[in-house]
């Protein structure tokens, strides 16, 4: 299924071919993709470089963990995200190893960390899908997760089904338009909510 | 300057060519490219869909801006960061526009979007260098930035000019090992802090 951005201004097929499918195949993730997926996640920029991300991680190749991640997700995400072959959450800690402070920079850091995994596993012909719907008291639980970190979002992570795999509702939103902003309600320059100079009106 | 990070497992080009370099040329960012960057924040993926990202770009094609721009960098970064020839101030929504509810994961959407960012500007020879240290309440001040949107970092964007421009001990850092966490310490599986099964141990 292409459903590559429509861009005002051209930008990398990795950035521009992302999107956020539900119909995940059941095809297993590669090891050795898994990996590099995780390693690009590593290598992210972070505030001190602190690299506050931790991440769970659960594959079907291990149903008794993956059931435990499933049972994690809440309703909406579990109808399609189940059928994802691995299951992630992404978690921060939330004051800094070095310094006696909290990291304001701790969920920003890890979005950076996200978004190389995401690169990585577009190139690798997998797909993400990130969800803000899940059970965090029950991850924290049944994963025994410390006081100091914070459990952030989930990803399905894995390669692309079949839209016909989806109950009725969710084929739609799969086919949906994409929409953004334009450029001119998001880049100022002068002061705040005045468009900057360089982005042309008729490509904003 | 090459500053390859030394993975373990192969990752893109771009990920692994990525660094945050202090010593930016003066030479301007020319404006497709800079548009190009700005485009790929755009089309990051974001919680709802609500885009929480508001950028405000500075460029020293127009000098009394660039000049408020970097009046809005702490000393620390000062130093180097005025070399740049473009500075961006990234912000985010804190609650949802179409839910009367605050966006938990703003900070990290706003992190995804830099990541693609990011990636945009490594493709295009460019490179980013994120700041902590900029005057929060002076930014906000001077950008008549909403109480409903929050300052979160700053960016210095540019191309690399030569090591030889910083300070002594700028240079030192310039050129100092490129350091990360094993796998096995931001990885897990079935509980917290014990590294999952799919990790080699001497490819951590």
Redesign the interface.
Known sequence: MNRT?Q??????T???D?W?PRAFSDRPVE??K???V????????S???E?P???????K??PA?FEKAVSCLKEGNLRWAKDAPVLIFTTVKKSYTKFDRPN??A??????????L???AT?LGLHTH?M?GIEFDKIREV????EDYEV??GIALGYYGHIEQLPDDLQEREKGPR???P?SE???????AEP?S???QN?A
Do not use: C
């Open positions: 951005a861009t005002h201004h051209p930008i990398h990795l950035l521009k992302r956020s090891q050795e898994l990996l590099a995780l390693e690009a996640a590593r290598w992210s920029a505030a001190m470089n690299q991300w931790r991440f769970i991680v659960a594959t190749d291990n963990e304001r920079t969920f920003y850091d890890l979005g950076l960390a996200v978004s190389n995401t690169v990585q190139e990130q803000g994963y025994h997760i410390p952030v979002t929409v953004r902003k450029l998001i880049i100022f320059a002068e002061t705040w900057a360089f982005v042309p490509k």
